[in-house]
C-alpha cells in the first residue's frame, strides 16, 4: 500500500506535484513540548539528540530522525546532542561513526561540541547496575540464552522465573564482579532486570541488562567483557545528557515502560520519551540490515551506490541536503505508520535543482545532423540562458556549426501522430540556435539503421529569431559535434520493482525483486564545452533530460561521469510514452 502521511491531525491528500507540499500544521511533538513549556516541565529547558547506532550508513529513514531531533531543538532554543548508542562490539565500526558524522554534518546540522558515546558511559552504567542489584532490582541469571528465551513465555502466556532469581543480594554482587573481571566464558551469565514474569509486555520480563562478550569494542578495546543491551542503557545515556525530550520512533513505545522503571529504580533524570512513525518510502528497502546485504551481496556497487536511500547514496546521486530536509518538512510527523511514493522524495529533488541547477545542452544517445547549407568552416556563438529561474545567473555561448549531434529519438523516419520532432521533410527548432528541415536520411548499407540526416538551417531564423510568425511545434537539444565533450551518464530507475520490497521474505525472492535495470550505463554521450570546468558534485539541468550531477567517484581527468539525479517533469514527454512510440531504428 502506498499512501501519504500527513502532518499530525490530516493526512496530505494527494502527490507531489499538484498543489505542492501539504500545509506544514504543528506536529504532535511541538504540541507536547508546547505543553511541558506551558507548565515548566523540565524549567523550560529542550534538550534531544539524534541516537544512531554505528552499525551502518545513515539512510533517507534517520534523516528524518535527524531533521526533527535538531529541528525541535532549533525551533524552541534548544540543544541537539550527537550521541551513538555504540553497546554491540560485534557489529559496530568506526567507519560507520566517521559516516555518520559527515551525514549529519553534510544534511546542514551542528551537534557542536556535544559529541557522545554510550560507551563513555559504561562506568557510570556499572555502577548503577550494582546499585540494582544492591536494591534486590537485579540478578546474575546462569541460564543460556535459549533457557531464557524458553522461560520467558509468550503474549498469552506467563513466563517463569529463573531459578537463580531468588539469589542471595551478596552472592549477585560477587558473580556480576567476577563478571566484569572475565571469569566467565561467553554467555554462560547474564545480569538480568528483576521485574515481572508474569506482565503482559514481554520487555518487563527480567530483561537482560548484561551479557558476557569478549569482544574488543571499537572505542573502549579490551577494557569491558561484559556490555549493557541497548535497552538497558539507552534511557540512562538520555539522563545523563539532560535529555528532556527523548524521541523515537514507534516500535520502542512498549520498552517505555521499561526505561521508565530503570529511571525510577535509579532515581535519576527522567526524559520523556516521545515515539512517531518511522519513514518507509516505497521501491526501497531501509533496514540496515537489508542495505548491508545488498551491498555484501554485491547488488550494489556499495553503500554510496546512487540506487541506495542512503544518505551518501542519495548525495552521490544529487540530491542536496536542502531537498531531502524539504522532503523531511513535507512528509511530516504522525503516530501511525505508512509507506511515502517515492515521488515524493524526486519531486523535492526537483524544486530545488530547478532553483539552482544551470541549464546545459547534452546528448545522450548521439544522432549526427549535418547542415548541408552551413559552410565547413563557420562557427557561429549563440547565446544560451543559464537558469530562466534565476535571471542572476545570466548567459553563455554555445557554439553553432555543420555538424551537430541531435537525440536519436528526435528522429522518426515513419513519425507517429502527434510527433513533433524531426521526420523527412520535416522542420523543427533547434534551441536557442535556428529552424532546420530534414531533406535526406542517410542509412548504414548493412545494417540499415540510420546514421546521418542531411539538413539545411533556415538563416533567417538563426539565434532564436522566426520571422512571418512561422510556427514549429518542436524544439529539441543539441550540440556541435567538433565542440562537445565526451562523457558518460547513469540513467537509474527504482531499485525494487514492488512498491513494497520489504514485504518480500528472506533467501532468493529479496534478489528475485530487484529491477534489473535500474541502472544503465550510456558512455557515447556529448555534452556542450562549458561543462569543461564542471567539477564532481556539481548539478545540471540537462535541457528536457533531467537534473545530472557530476559523479565524484568514477570522474577525473578525462572522463565525465554524469549521475541522473531525477527526469524533468515532462508531460509532454509521457503522453508521447503512452503513445507508445517504437525505439529508433
Ligand atoms: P534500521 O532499522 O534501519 O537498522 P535503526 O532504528 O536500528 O534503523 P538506529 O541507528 O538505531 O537505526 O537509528 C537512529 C535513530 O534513527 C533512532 O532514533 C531511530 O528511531 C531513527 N530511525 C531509524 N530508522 C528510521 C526511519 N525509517 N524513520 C525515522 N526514523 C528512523
Ligand atoms: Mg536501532
Redesign the pocket.
Same mark, same amino acid.
Given at each position: 500500500m502506498t499512501s501519504s502521511q500527513g502532518s499530525a491531525g490530516g493526512g496530505a491528500a494527494g502527490g507531489p506535484g499538484r498543489g505542492g507540499a501539504p500545509p506544514e500544521a504543528a506536529n504532535f511533538i511541538q504540541a507536547i513540548i508546547r505543553e511541558h513549556e506551558k507548565s515548566g516541565r523540565f524549567g523550560g529547558r529542550v534538550h534531544t539528540r539524534?541516537?544512531? $547506532?554505528? *552499525?551502518?550508513y %545513515? =539512510?533517507?529513514? =534517520?534523516?528524518?530522525?535527524?531533521c %526533527?531531533?535538531f529541528g525541535v531543538a532549533q525551533e524552541f532554543g534548544g540543544l541537539c546532542n550527537l550521541r551513538f548508542?555504540d553497546t554491540n562490539p560485534t557489529k559496530e565500526e568506526v567507519e560507520y561513526v566517521e559516516s555518520?558524522e559527515e551525514s549529519v554534518r553534510w544534511l546542514g546540522f551542528d551537534w557542536e561540541e556535544r559529541l557522545f558515546f554510550a560507551s563513555d558511559y559504561f562506568d557510570q552504567l556499572y555502577a548503577w547496575a550494582v546499585q540494582l542489584v544492591r536494591q534486590g532490582d537485579a540478578y546474575v541469571c546462569d541460564l543460556s540464552a535459549d533457557e531464557i528465551r524458553e522461560h520467558r513465555g509468550t503474549l498469552t502466556r506467563p513466563g517463569r522465573n529463573s531459578p537463580y532469581r531468588d539469589r542471595p543480594v551478596a552472592e549477585n554482587l560477587d558473580l556480576f564482579e567476577r563478571m566484569q573481571a572475565g571469569e566467565f566464558a561467553d554467555g554462560s551469565r547474564t545480569l538480568r532486570a528483576r521485574i515481572d514474569m508474569a506482565s503482559p509486555n514481554l520487555n518487563m520480563r527480567d530483561p537482560v541488562m548484561y551479557r558476557i562478550l569478549h569482544a574488543s569494542h571499537h572505542r573502549t578495546g579490551d577494557r569491558w567483557c561484559i556490555y549493557p543491551t541497548?535497552d538497558y542503557a539507552h534511557g540512562q545515556s538520555d539522563s545523563i545528557e539532560g535529555i528532556t525530550h527523548s524521541?523515537?520512533?514507534l $516500535?520502542?513505545e512498549n520498552h517505555r515502560p521499561l526505561y521508565d522503571w530503570y529511571l525510577e529504580r535509579l532515581g535519576i533524570h527522567h526524559p520523556q520519551q516521545i515515539e512517531?512513525?518511522?519513514? *518507509?518510502l516505497s521501491h526501497t528497502v531501509?533496514?540496515?540490515?537489508k %542495505?548491508l546485504r545488498l551491498v555484501e551481496e554485491g547488488r550494489v556497487s556499495g553503500w554510496d551506490d546512487p540506487r541506495l536511500p542512503t544518505l551518501v547514496g542519495l548525495r552521490r546521486r544529487g540530491y542536496t541536503p536542502q531537498s531531502i530536509r524539504a522532503f523531511c518538512a513535507r512528509i511530516g510527523v504522525a503516530k501511525f505508520n505508512s509507506t511515502i511514493d517515492m515521488s515524493w522524495l524526486e519531486d523535492a529533488a526537483r524544486d530545488d535543482l530547478n532553483a539552482r541547477a544551470p541549464r546545459v545542452l547534452g546528448v545522450l544517445r548521439p544522432l549526427r545532423v549535418v547542415l548541408t547549407n552551413l559552410p565547413e568552416d563557420r562557427v557561429v556563438e549563440l547565446d544560451a540562458v543559464n537558469n530562466p529561474e534565476d535571471p542572476a545567473a545570466g548567459t553563455r555561448k554555445v557554439p553553432f556549426s555543420r555538424v551537430l549531434c541531435i537525440e536519436q529519438d528526435d528522429f522518426r523516419e515513419d513519425p507517429p501522430p502527434k510527433f513533433f520532432r524531426l521526420a523527412p521533410g520535416r522542420e523543427v527548432r533547434l534551441r536557442y540556435a535556428c529552424i532546420i528541415k530534414c531533406e535526406e536520411v542517410v542509412k548504414d548499407a548493412g545494417s540499415g539503421a540510420v546514421v546521418e540526416l542531411r539538413c539545411t538551417y533556415d538563416p533567417a531564423t538563426l539565434g532564436g529569431r522566426a520571422p512571418d510568425g512561422r510556427k514549429v511545434k518542436g524544439t529539441i537539444h543539441w550540440v556541435s559535434s567538433a565542440h562537445a565533450l565526451p562523457a558518460e551518464a547513469r540513467l537509474y530507475d527504482h531499485l525494487f520493482l514492488k512498491p513494497d520490497p520489504e514485504d518480500v521474505a528472506a533467501g532468493e525472492a529479496f534478489a528475485a525483486g530487484l529491477n534489473p535495470d535500474s541502472l544503465q550505463v550510456l558512455r557515447g554521450c556529448l555534452v556542450e564545452p562549458s561543462l569543461a570546468s564542471a567539477a564532481p558534485g556539481d548539478h545540471f539541468q540537462f535541457e528536457r533530460l533531467g537534473y545530472f550531477c557530476v559523479d565524484p567517484l568514477d570522474s577525473g581527468p578525462g572522463r565525465t561521469v554524469f549521475n541522473r539525479t531525477v527526469t524533468l517533469r515532462d508531460s509532454w514527454a509521457k503522453v508521447e510514452k503512452k503513445q507508445a512510440v517504437a525505439p529508433p531504428p
Amino acid at each position: 500500500m502506498t499512501s501519504s502521511q500527513g502532518s499530525a491531525g490530516g493526512g496530505a491528500a494527494g502527490g507531489p506535484g499538484r498543489g505542492g507540499a501539504p500545509p506544514e500544521a504543528a506536529n504532535f511533538i511541538q504540541a507536547i513540548i508546547r505543553e511541558h513549556e506551558k507548565s515548566g516541565r523540565f524549567g523550560g529547558r529542550v534538550h534531544t539528540r539524534f541516537p544512531p $547506532e554505528p *552499525n551502518g550508513y %545513515l =539512510h533517507i529513514g =534517520h534523516a528524518k530522525s535527524i531533521c %526533527l531531533n535538531f529541528g525541535v531543538a532549533q525551533e524552541f532554543g534548544g540543544l541537539c546532542n550527537l550521541r551513538f548508542d555504540d553497546t554491540n562490539p560485534t557489529k559496530e565500526e568506526v567507519e560507520y561513526v566517521e559516516s555518520i558524522e559527515e551525514s549529519v554534518r553534510w544534511l546542514g546540522f551542528d551537534w557542536e561540541e556535544r559529541l557522545f558515546f554510550a560507551s563513555d558511559y559504561f562506568d557510570q552504567l556499572y555502577a548503577w547496575a550494582v546499585q540494582l542489584v544492591r536494591q534486590g532490582d537485579a540478578y546474575v541469571c546462569d541460564l543460556s540464552a535459549d533457557e531464557i528465551r524458553e522461560h520467558r513465555g509468550t503474549l498469552t502466556r506467563p513466563g517463569r522465573n529463573s531459578p537463580y532469581r531468588d539469589r542471595p543480594v551478596a552472592e549477585n554482587l560477587d558473580l556480576f564482579e567476577r563478571m566484569q573481571a572475565g571469569e566467565f566464558a561467553d554467555g554462560s551469565r547474564t545480569l538480568r532486570a528483576r521485574i515481572d514474569m508474569a506482565s503482559p509486555n514481554l520487555n518487563m520480563r527480567d530483561p537482560v541488562m548484561y551479557r558476557i562478550l569478549h569482544a574488543s569494542h571499537h572505542r573502549t578495546g579490551d577494557r569491558w567483557c561484559i556490555y549493557p543491551t541497548y535497552d538497558y542503557a539507552h534511557g540512562q545515556s538520555d539522563s545523563i545528557e539532560g535529555i528532556t525530550h527523548s524521541i523515537c520512533t514507534l $516500535e520502542f513505545e512498549n520498552h517505555r515502560p521499561l526505561y521508565d522503571w530503570y529511571l525510577e529504580r535509579l532515581g535519576i533524570h527522567h526524559p520523556q520519551q516521545i515515539e512517531f512513525a518511522r519513514l *518507509n518510502l516505497s521501491h526501497t528497502v531501509m533496514s540496515k540490515r537489508k %542495505l548491508l546485504r545488498l551491498v555484501e551481496e554485491g547488488r550494489v556497487s556499495g553503500w554510496d551506490d546512487p540506487r541506495l536511500p542512503t544518505l551518501v547514496g542519495l548525495r552521490r546521486r544529487g540530491y542536496t541536503p536542502q531537498s531531502i530536509r524539504a522532503f523531511c518538512a513535507r512528509i511530516g510527523v504522525a503516530k501511525f505508520n505508512s509507506t511515502i511514493d517515492m515521488s515524493w522524495l524526486e519531486d523535492a529533488a526537483r524544486d530545488d535543482l530547478n532553483a539552482r541547477a544551470p541549464r546545459v545542452l547534452g546528448v545522450l544517445r548521439p544522432l549526427r545532423v549535418v547542415l548541408t547549407n552551413l559552410p565547413e568552416d563557420r562557427v557561429v556563438e549563440l547565446d544560451a540562458v543559464n537558469n530562466p529561474e534565476d535571471p542572476a545567473a545570466g548567459t553563455r555561448k554555445v557554439p553553432f556549426s555543420r555538424v551537430l549531434c541531435i537525440e536519436q529519438d528526435d528522429f522518426r523516419e515513419d513519425p507517429p501522430p502527434k510527433f513533433f520532432r524531426l521526420a523527412p521533410g520535416r522542420e523543427v527548432r533547434l534551441r536557442y540556435a535556428c529552424i532546420i528541415k530534414c531533406e535526406e536520411v542517410v542509412k548504414d548499407a548493412g545494417s540499415g539503421a540510420v546514421v546521418e540526416l542531411r539538413c539545411t538551417y533556415d538563416p533567417a531564423t538563426l539565434g532564436g529569431r522566426a520571422p512571418d510568425g512561422r510556427k514549429v511545434k518542436g524544439t529539441i537539444h543539441w550540440v556541435s559535434s567538433a565542440h562537445a565533450l565526451p562523457a558518460e551518464a547513469r540513467l537509474y530507475d527504482h531499485l525494487f520493482l514492488k512498491p513494497d520490497p520489504e514485504d518480500v521474505a528472506a533467501g532468493e525472492a529479496f534478489a528475485a525483486g530487484l529491477n534489473p535495470d535500474s541502472l544503465q550505463v550510456l558512455r557515447g554521450c556529448l555534452v556542450e564545452p562549458s561543462l569543461a570546468s564542471a567539477a564532481p558534485g556539481d548539478h545540471f539541468q540537462f535541457e528536457r533530460l533531467g537534473y545530472f550531477c557530476v559523479d565524484p567517484l568514477d570522474s577525473g581527468p578525462g572522463r565525465t561521469v554524469f549521475n541522473r539525479t531525477v527526469t524533468l517533469r515532462d508531460s509532454w514527454a509521457k503522453v508521447e510514452k503512452k503513445q507508445a512510440v517504437a525505439p529508433p531504428p
